[in-house]
């Protein structure tokens, strides 16, 4: 049974600081994995889709890796601003599901100004 | 373009009362998911449906539970006999169809309800 675990479950950083977040799993047959940003009281944003065969995704300030064998994927945001603070999940898909995904509990983050 | 849309934002409802939930997936995308948001469960699966076909159902809690689609497009979740338990936020998401090389799934705002 795929498990999903991020940690730490919540980081707070000064602004300009570079966030690192990980989430990692235990089943590595997935066909791919997706960042998401949940703000408080709404519901999720795609930030990044890596596909089992990349090893990263890039949009502006945000870097997410992804090593299948060791079961991890870390997400980079640079040069953190206070509008970063959100919840980020990170959820996979396994190869042989019909398509659903199966999410971590999440990194709450906060960005002091 | 639009994005996924849900109503009601939120429903309150008593105990033992029925309830719907709307679902408005993107234009074109044929694949529609359902997820369940709670403090104590994370985010979970609800069903999937392909078209208006479910063929993964397997998320659904209990036979209170029931879903269908139209036309390839707007689907709706009930609830029957609704418990507290059910108190959640109900999140709905759309992907492309499967095979055309993208599964990302994009997810609407969601329906928060609260069972008194």
């Known amino acids: 049974k795929q498990e999903v675990t991020q940690i730490p479950a919540a980081l707070s950083v000064p602004e300009g600081e570079n966030l690192v977040l990980n989430c990692s799993f235990t089943?590595?047959?997935?066909?791919?994995l997706q960042w998401f940003r949940q703000d408080p009281g709404k519901g999720l944003t795609s930030l990044l889709l890596?596909?089992?065969?990349?090893r990263e995704q890039t949009s502006g300030r945000l870097n997410a890796s992804l090593d299948k064998s060791s079961g991890r994927s870390t997400l980079y945001i640079a040069a953190s601003q206070p509008g970063d603070s959100a919840t980020y999940l990170c959820?996979?898909?396994?190869?042989?599901?019909?398509?659903?995904?199966?999410f971590g509990a999440g990194t709450q983050v906060v960005v002091t100004p | 373009g639009a994005g996924v849309s849900q109503s009601p934002s939120n429903k309150v409802t008593e105990k033992g009362k029925d309830v719907e939930l709307r679902c408005d997936p993107i234009?074109?995308?044929?694949?529609l998911y359902w997820y369940r948001q709670s403090l104590g469960q994370g985010l979970e699966f609800l069903i999937y449906?392909?078209?208006?076909?479910?063929?993964?159902k397997s998320g659904l809690p209990s036979d209170r539970f029931s879903a269908e689609r139209t036309g390839g497009s707007v689907s709706t979740l009930t609830i029957q006999r609704t418990q507290q338990e059910d108190s959640a936020v109900y999140l709905c998401?759309?992907?492309?169809?499967?095979?055309?090389?993208?599964?990302?799934?994009?997810f609407g705002p969601g329906t928060r309800l609260t069972v008194t």
């Open positions: 089943d590595s047959a997935i066909y791919n």
């Open positions: 998401a759309s992907s492309r169809t499967p095979g055309q090389g993208y599964y990302e799934q994009y």
């Open positions: 959820a996979v898909k396994q190869i042989d599901s019909w398509g659903k995904l199966q």
């Open positions: 890596i596909q089992s065969s990349q």
């Open positions: 234009s074109g995308h044929t694949a």
């Open positions: 449906f392909q078209g208006n076909s479910a063929p993964d």
